[in-house]
Each structure stands twice: as structure tokens, then as C-alpha cells.
């Protein structure tokens, strides 16, 4: 157990007695509830004013009027106080008022101290009514001034308090606040989630803080520095379990307003910040073991416990918690590790300290029923959250501009972790394709961000959910990588234990980290050619990556930012006017050579001049954050070793170059001809990665040319294709009656149904009917192979009618795991009859069919098919108001409905609707999808261009190489 666990007995006493002294006081606020709904009601919805009941606080106008001036219409808090301790006490209401509400009451405690001298308290508090005056109080024998006014002022999301006099610096105090919220199933805050079991309807009180919703829970100092202790006590009835950060440190019972209810305290929190607080009430189950002196449970649906859908997270937690803790050099800090898998929960999973939240899909897992990227989800994804507890958790940013530090590292690790929990599924090389090929495509736009913002630069909370993109998480998980690569693992892990060890308890700035690295570095002998901080900067602090052209002819090698469209304008500027220093891997034929460092535009290495004979290839595994161009010479040499041996070049670089192939000839480095012939020799090679880098540029095209004359050639080369590759599953797999033998082999042959399948196979085409129809025929025995089942759902579901597609939406509701309902979520948006997908769109928004975590993904489902496209716009159009204000403008999933509903656009009358869009909807506004909107008027420009400068070119080749 860390010393930042330590509390002294007497404020663990005192906290106990606080605790059962409040139960008393907690009744009070339903009464008064009662009393006020009237006045209250507006501001307890999820759109609502926050106003508070007369006297206590008043809803000042909106700060758009106020004196710019003034610290509460600023949205950071000043630097004048500083939390200490919290007393939280709660009571959701798990069954709804006489006005169909459900709500929360409770009371908070926070003692504080007075770092600067003050007269004001600004402290968040985000849709909860106050139900009388707040309470200051001196602590430690400090005198309080008096309250003289209090409001809330909306915008800004604070409860302002002013006082007729300073509070004096190095004193402390205790502000006490008594209040009443709404139990939403908005997802933030302190929420509901509804499920049904055995045809009873169930509500779960559950929460989500992350970034800026603790102040809907209670009112908090709620940024990432506000470090304090926090205990939390929770009433509830005694059928139902409670569950928070901390393990329970009594259970007691008490009639309340006629019913015997627990109250049930739990021990004091590490010093944490607001937003990985959690607390829980639930029926929920769990099943446990212990790693070492640690509990290990896993809570689910009474169900999903039964039947064993936690085994698999249980049995791999234990192993990774004991990677990160060698890992790290540091135990885990706390006594217990909750992990909790809930039916609604609009993120994929929160690393809460100690009670780490999940989606159904991220930790339950089902052999008979889930497939194997179902079971590779659970593992990674727990393994990104424990990463978490360490690295976020004990140390924690100063502030969200460096959010990538976070969610890039864990991105980066949850690959070590889950690679220990699962050695043979080479999961570490799958980074390349999940993560480093996801994020060029985004940041080779003109409208991309740098990691590291300015933190003066993002202050609202749309701002801040804006950071939760791929640039975060994945491009931090890339260039880390990188980085780990280029001082060696052992000298990144030796910087990252003294980094953890200084800070643990604290928050940290990103220098910090690279302060530390440098030490490791000084005292391990590695040659860098400039300092860790310097080189690291040109990846954080510029947004974008480069391409480097290596002339195998000269030697010369020049980097130069590299944008999908060459000719977009780059607005933001770069201090190091977007040069990097590049860390270059090589290889002459099969021969490694020593590493190259180009730091300036243009350099010279003679060793890169090849012969006739030999060929050069450059970023050995992807390691560097950057693509790679060629003479044409030496591309011709590349495509011809693919051609006659591929199995020379390492497997990840066969993937690499399909990619960067076809992105280079997107930017117009190569022509798409030579992208194109990059797959030619796929007919031969059997390996994932190199198919599935193919799949997805070919996507692209089909994106792009799907409406045009273009599609039939193109889906005969990609029939002519794929059908060995076919074949080779069919009989590898016995007729499709045994599963193949390596997880990257149970990829591929997935990838060998759904593109045979989707390009008009015959014999796929008819193998998923004749399954399909075979589970219509006994609907209690599925025969497809879970790996199969997505693929095999939408070609029947596509080449079928309203029967195949009403049966599926059946199961989709039967269904008794998230992963399966999720599978069949995805294949009924193949429907191609537009009444149906009209239809699934209307259920999207209707929360009793599609839950609202679900809503917005459904939604660019159906835009993915060539069918729902045009029928998703014209939807989102018409809905967006009603989208924006049900499902919220901070919600994660904003941006990626923005991308997937667009992605196809590229016609001059496309860019038209989409700038009307922007215009129609200003007064509305995008929430955490602004910055998607406008990289989707990028990449339709870009798309335009793009087609019209290809699109003969492309037809030739199609018609051409499918013969």
C-alpha cells in the first residue's frame, strides 16, 4: 500500500461518525426534493438550467453577458485553493418520483486549503440543485468570513460563493453542500443504465467522470490537479451491492422513510483526482480471486457471471496487474482491483482507481458465442486499464493538453501486457495496423492537431473531449513506441520507473517525462544525436509526421511533411517549421545496416546506394512514425522481390509498403497504378497483416468508386484475388468445420470470407445462405463459427430480404452477450432495400431498441453500405438537432459519426451540402465533432481532387488485371 494511502486514524473516525451523523440529513434533501420539484424540474434534466432553489443559489444570466473579467466566466479555476478531503454521501433513487424521474440526493464535505488570499469560491457543479445555503466552516481553528451572495453560473459550469472577507492564506476550511440531482441515462456524471432480465426491468446507479462530469455527481474542484482523498458513503437497499474505489469499511442498516436501507461506508481513497472517482448500485454478481495480496473480481449481469462470460477477464487480469508491477518497479497501490461490465457505458472503458468501468463488449467473453477479436478486445483493453492505474492514476497530468501522454502510453503498453497474458498471438505486431496505419490517415490532413497542446489552448469541456481522438491515443501509442525502439526498452523502462517513482501521488507536465528519460539515457552509454527533450518535441509539439524519400541512386534522403492533399493550406504553424528529427531503420537486401538519423531537410548517406542486384528497404517493422518513398527503381525492385519471394521481406513491412504505397500515391508521390500493382502478388501470400493493409486501402476505392462504372472491374480483380486465398481456408479448415490454428491465421480467414463474400464469391455467397437459413430453420442452434458470424450475418442479410433481416433483429434483441447483439447490430445495416435501412435508422434514435451508447456507431454502420449512405445524411440532417442535444456534444462518439456518415463524400455537390451543413447547424453547433466537421470538408476536397485526377487510370488497371 502507497503512503499516499495514509490517513490518520482520528480523521478515519471522524469521517465514519460524519458519515452516520448525514444519513439523517440525506432523508431531509428528499423531502425538500419534494417540496421544490416545481421550481427544480427544468434544471434536473440533461438540458436544463442547473438553477438552484431560491435563497441558496440563483442561475445568473449566461456569462456571454458578464464582464469577461470576472474568474467565473473563465472555465479553469484560479489557483487560490486547494482540496484536501471530501466527505461524499449518496442516495440514487432507483425507482422513479411521481414525475417519472429518477434522482439522487446527498451532501458533501470538502476541506480545503487557502493557497492565495480570497474573497471568492468558484467550485464545479453541473445540474444538481442546490436544496439550501452552502456551509463554510473554519477547520483547524481558522474563522470563516460569511457568505454574501452564491449563484450558479451556468456556462462555466461553477457554484460562485462570495465572501465579505479574504480567506486567509495557509489556513483551512470546510465548504458544505446539500443538493439533488438527476439519475439520467445520459452517460455522465452519476447515471442509470436500464437492462432487462428474465423480463424485469433493472436500473443500475452507475458513473463516468471522465473529463469534466465529478461536478455532476456533487460539487468538486473537478480538474486533474485538484488531487485529494475522497470518502465516499452510499445509501442503498439491502438487496443491492455498493461498490467504489476503495474496499467497504462498514455496512450498517437503518430504516429510511419507512424502508430498511444500507449505508454503506467505504475507507478513505488514495490522493487521486476527481475524475477517477467511481461508485456503483447494483444487483450485480462477481466472481474473484487474488493476485498476490490483491482482490481480483469481475461484476457483471447475474447472468453473465453464471454462465462464465468473466472467466476470461478474471484469468488474465491477475497476470497482467503482475506484468505492470515488474514493469513499472512499483506495487500496485491498492488493496483491490473491481472491474465492472456494464449494459450502458458510452466510452469502451475507465481506468477509476480501483473500479475500472467497462462496456459489456470489453470484458465479457463467451468461447461458444464471441469471436477472436472479441476475446483480443477484452485482453487488450483490460491490459490499457490496469496500464493506467500506474501511469494516469498515481501520476496524472497537470492538465488535459497533455491527455496523449495518458491514452498514447497505455496504448503503447496494453500490447506489452496483453502480449504476457497471450505470448503466442504475436499481439505486438498488430500495433502497426491498429494503430500506427489508423492515425497517418488522420494525421496526413491539413486540419490535424500536434499531441501536446498549449494549455491555454483547451479550456471548455467540448475542448477537452476533443483530445479523446485517434491522434491521442494512437499516434501517442506510435511515436512512444518509437521512441522505446530508438533508446532501447531497457533505457525507456528505466526512465519511466524514476519518472513514476518521483511523481507518484502528484501531476506532471510532459518534460517531466522526458527529464527522466534523458537521465537514463546520460547513465546507460546510448548515443542519440540531440537530446531526448529536443527530438521529442518535433514529434509532440507539430502536428503531421514526414515522408522520407530515400534515392537509392544518389544516397540522398529528404524528409518533408507529408499531407494526404499536397495542395491543402496549413494554417497552424510549426516552431520547428515541420522538420523532424528520424530515427531511419534499414535494410540492403536481407542485410541489416546501422541506424540513420536525418535531423535537417536533405541528407546524404552513400551506403544507400544500391546495385542492380540489391534493393533498399527502410523503417524495418514500422517502428518510425513516418511513411517512406523510393526512387522508382527501387520500387520496381520491391514489387519485383514480392513477386517472385515475398517471404524475404519481413511481414510487417509487406503490410508497410501496401500502405504507404497507397497513401503516397493519394499525396501524388508515385503514381496509383504502382500502388495498385503493390497487391498483385496477394493471390500468393496467405499472412494477415499484409491482406488486411490491402483491405483497407482497397477501401478506400471502394469508397470512393462504388457508385461509378469503376465497381465491376474492381470487384472482379478482387474475386480473381481473393478466391485462392478462399480455398486455401476451405480446405485448411475442413470445409469450414475446424478453426485455423494461429489467431493471425483466424483474421485472415475471416478477411477470405467477407471479401469473397462481399465481391460476389459464388461459393462464399451461397455458404453463408445456406448457414444463415440453416439458424433461421432452429434458431436455438447457431452453426456459424463465431469468428464467421459478422461476415457470414451481412452477406445473408445483403443478398436476402425483409425475412433474413426481421430474423436477425429478433436475435439482435434475444441476444444474451453484448459481442453477439453488437455483431448483429453491424450486419443488419446490410440490408439493401432503403424501406429497411430507413427503418433501422429510426430505431437508432428510439433508446427502448438501440441503447444510446450504441446509437451514434449504428448510425455510420448504415452509412457504410453503399445503399444507407445517402439515407444517413439526409438522416442526421434532418435529426441533428435532436442528436445533438439527446446524445450530448461532449459525447466520445461525436467525431467518429461526423467521419463515418462523410467518408464517402467526393462531388462538388456533396462539398455543398456539406458546407450548408456547417452553415444550418452554427447555432447548434458540433460539440466534440467540430474539428471532425472540418476534417471531412478536408478530406471531401481532397476526395474531389483525388477522383478526378484517378478515376480513368484506375478503371484501365481494374479491367486490365482482372482478366
Request: hydrophobic share 40%; glycine share 4%; net charge negative.
Amino acid at each position: 500500500m502507497g503512503k499516499g494511502f495514509y490517513i490518520s486514524k482520528t480523521l478515519a473516525v471522524v469521517g465514519i461518525l460524519l458519515a452516520a451523523a448525514s444519513i439523517a440529513t440525506i432523508i431531509a434533501l428528499a423531502v425538500v426534493y419534494s417540496n421544490e420539484k416545481a421550481k427544480n424540474i427544468e434544471s434536473v434534466t440533461p438540458t436544463g438550467d442547473p438553477a438552484t432553489t431560491g435563497d441558496p443559489a440563483t442561475t445568473k444570466p449566461s456569462s456571454t453577458t458578464s464582464p469577461p473579467q470576472k474568474p467565473w466566466n473563465k472555465f479553469r479555476l484560479p489557483d487560490s485553493l486547494k482540496p484536501l478531503d471530501y466527505d461524499v454521501k449518496l442516495w440514487p433513487r432507483l425507482t422513479p418520483n411521481t414525475d417519472g424521474l429518477y434522482n439522487f440526493t446527498g451532501e458533501s464535505t470538502v476541506i480545503f486549503e487557502c493557497v492565495k488570499a480570497t474573497s471568492l469560491i468558484l467550485i464545479h457543479s453541473k445540474k444538481l440543485n442546490l436544496t439550501e445555503q452552502a456551509q463554510l466552516s473554519g477547520y483547524a481553528g481558522s474563522t470563516p468570513p460569511a457568505i454574501t451572495d452564491s449563484w450558479m453560473e451556468k456556462e462555466t459550469e461553477f457554484l460562485v460563493i462570495q465572501l465579505d472577507s479574504n480567506l486567509e492564506a495557509g489556513k483551512t476550511y470546510s465548504l458544505l453542500t446539500r443538493f439533488v440531482g438527476e439519475l439520467a441515462d445520459d452517460l455522465a456524471g452519476f447515471y442509470r443504465s436500464e437492462y432487462m432480465e428474465d423480463g424485469v426491468k433493472k436500473i443500475v446507479a452507475t458513473t463516468q467522470m471522465q473529463a469534466a462530469d465529478a461536478r455532476k455527481s456533487f460539487p468538486c474542484f473537478d480538474e486533474p490537479a485538484m488531487k485529494a482523498r475522497f470518502n465516499i458513503t452510499l445509501i442503498h437497499e439491502p438487496d443491492r451491492v455498493a461498490l467504489s474505489n476503495s474496499p467497504v469499511q462498514m455496512t450498517t442498516q437503518e430504516t429510511l422513510e419507512g424502508k430498511l436501507m444500507n449505508i454503506t461506508v467505504f475507507q478513505p481513497t488514495a490522493k487521486m483526482s476527481t475524475y477517477l472517482l467511481a461508485f456503483i448500485v447494483s444487483d450485480f454478481k462477481f466472481i474473484e480471486n487474488m493476485s498476490g495480496d490483491v482482490l481480483i473480481r469481475i461484476w457483471a449481469r447475474q447472468k453473465a457471471i453464471v454462465h462464465g462470460q468473466g472467466d476470461y477477464a478474471l484469468n488474465v487480469t491477475g497476470p497482467i496487474l503482475k506484468y505492470f508491477e515488474s514493469y513499472y518497479n512499483t506495487t500496485y497501490p491498492l488493496p483491490k482491483s473491481d472491474q465492472i461490465a456494464l449494459p450502458d457505458f458510452n466510452a469502451g472503458a475507465m481506468e477509476n482507481w480501483g473500479l475500472i468501468t467497462y462496456r459489456e463488449t470489453a470484458l465479457l467473453y463467451d468461447p461458444h458465442v464471441s469471436s477472436t477479436s472479441n476475446k483480443e478486445r477484452v485482453v487488450t483493453v483490460i491490459a490499457h486499464e490496469l496500464a493506467h492505474q500506474w501511469f494516469g492514476n498515481l501520476v496524472t497530468v497537470r492538465w488535459w493538453n497533455d491527455l496523449w501522454l495518458n491514452e498514447g502510453f497505455a496504448s503503447y503498453v496494453e500490447y506489452l501486457g496483453a502480449d504476457y497474458a497471450e505470448p503466442s498471438w504475436n499481439i505486438k505486431d498488430l500495433m502497426v495496423l491498429n494503430d500506427v496505419h489508423r492515425v497517418f490517415a488522420v494525421d496526413a490532413l491539413a486540419s490535424s492537431h500536434p499531441l501536446s497542446s498549449k494549455e491555454d489552448e483547451i479550456n471548455t469541456p467540448a475542448e477537452i473531449s476533443e483530445l479523446f481522438d485517434a491522434i491521442s491515443y494512437s499516434k501517442g501509442a506510435s511515436v512512444l513506441r518509437m521512441l522505446s525502439v530508438f533508446l532501447t526498452e531497457d533505457v525507456f523502462v528505466k526512465g519511466l520507473r524514476t519518472y513514476l517513482n518521483e511523481f507518484q501521488y502528484n501531476n506532471t507536465v510532459y518534460q517531466d517525462l522526458w527529464d527522466h528519460l534523458q537521465r537514463a539515457v546520460d547513465s546507460s552509454g546510448v548515443s542519440l544525436p540531440h537530446k531526448v527533450e529536443d527530438i521529442m518535441n518535433r514529434w509532440t509539439l507539430q502536428m503531421g509526421f514526414p515522408v522520407v524519400t530515400i534515392n537509392t541512386t544518389t544516397g540522398q534522403v529528404t524528409q518533408k511533411h507529408f499531407l494526404v492533399d499536397p495542395d491543402s493550406v496549413v494554417n497552424r504553424t510549426s516552431p520547428f517549421n515541420y522538420i523532424w528529427y528520424v530515427p531511419i531503420s534499414w535494410t540492403k537486401l536481407e542485410n541489416a545496416q546501422p541506424q540513420y538519423w536525418l535531423d535537417q531537410t536533405t541528407g546524404t548517406n552513400d551506403n544507400m546506394k544500391t546495385t542492380e542486384t540489391d534493393w533498399l528497404l527502410a523503417n524495418i517493422n514500422c517502428t518510425g512514425y513516418f511513411r517512406v518513398n523510393y526512387d522508382r527503381e527501387n520500387w520496381n525492385k520491391l514489387l519485383q522481390q514480392m513477386e517472385s519471394n515475398y517471404t524475404v521481406i519481413p511481414v510487417i513491412n509487406r503490410a508497410q509498403l501496401i500502405d504507404d504505397a497507397f497513401n503516397l500515391a493519394r499525396a501524388g508521390y508515385i503514381p496509383t497504378t504502382l500502388a495498385l500493382d503493390t497487391t498483385k502478388y496477394l493471390s500468393k501470400d496467405v499472412e494477415y497483416m499484409p491482406w488486411e493493409s490491402a483491405i483497407d486501402n482497397l477501401g478506400y476505392f471502394s469508397l470512393m468508386f462504388d457508385r461509378t462504372e469503376v465497381n465491376g472491374p474492381m470487384q472482379a480483380y478482387l474475386r480473381k484475388q481473393v478466391t485462392p486465398l478462399f480455398d486455401y481456408y476451405e480446405n485448411l479448415t475442413s470445409n469450414w468445420t475446424a478453426l485455423p490454428p494461429g489467431h493471425t491465421q483466424q483474421y485472415n480467414q475471416i478477411n477470405a470470407v467477407s471479401v469473397a463474400c462481399k465481391n460476389g464469391v459464388k461459393k462464399c455467397q451461397e455458404l453463408a445462405s445456406s448457414l444463415y437459413q440453416e439458424w433461421m430453420d432452429n434458431p436455438s442452434v447457431n452453426p456459424i463459427e463465431p469468428n464467421l458470424r459478422t461476415s457470414i450475418y451481412c452477406s445473408a442479410i445483403s443478398t436476402g430480404g425483409a425475412a433474413e433481416w426481421d430474423f436477425g433483429w429478433e436475435m439482435f434483441k434475444n441476444a444474451t452477450i453484448a459481442t453477439e447483439a453488437d455483431k448483429l447490430r453491424s450486419a443488419l445495416s446490410c440490408a439493401t432495400q432503403p424501406w429497411i435501412l430507413n427503418r433501422y435508422l429510426e430505431y437508432s434514435l428510439q433508446a427502448d431498441k438501440i441503447r444510446k451508447q450504441d446509437a451514434t456507431s449504428t448510425i455510420v454502420y448504415i452509412a457504410g453500405n453503399v445503399v444507407g449512405q445517402s439515407l444517413a445524411w439526409d438522416f442526421i440532417r434532418s435529426q441533428w438537432n435532436t442528436i445533438f442535444n439527446q446524445y450530448g456534444g461532449g459525447s466520445f462518439s461525436f467525431s467518429s459519426l461526423i467521419n463515418g456518415v462523410t467518408q464517402r463524400f467526393s462531388s462538388e455537390f456533396e462539398l455543398k451540402q456539406l458546407e450548408q451543413f456547417q452553415k444550418d447547424n452554427a447555432e447548434v453547433g458540433f460539440g466534440s465533432g467540430t474539428r471532425a466537421l472540418e476534417q471531412a470538408l478536408e478530406r471531401t476536397r481532397a476526395n474531389i481532387k483525388w477522383l478526378s485526377e484517378n478515376k480513368a487510370s484506375v478503371l484501365d488497371w481494374f479491367k486490365r488485371e482482372s482478366l
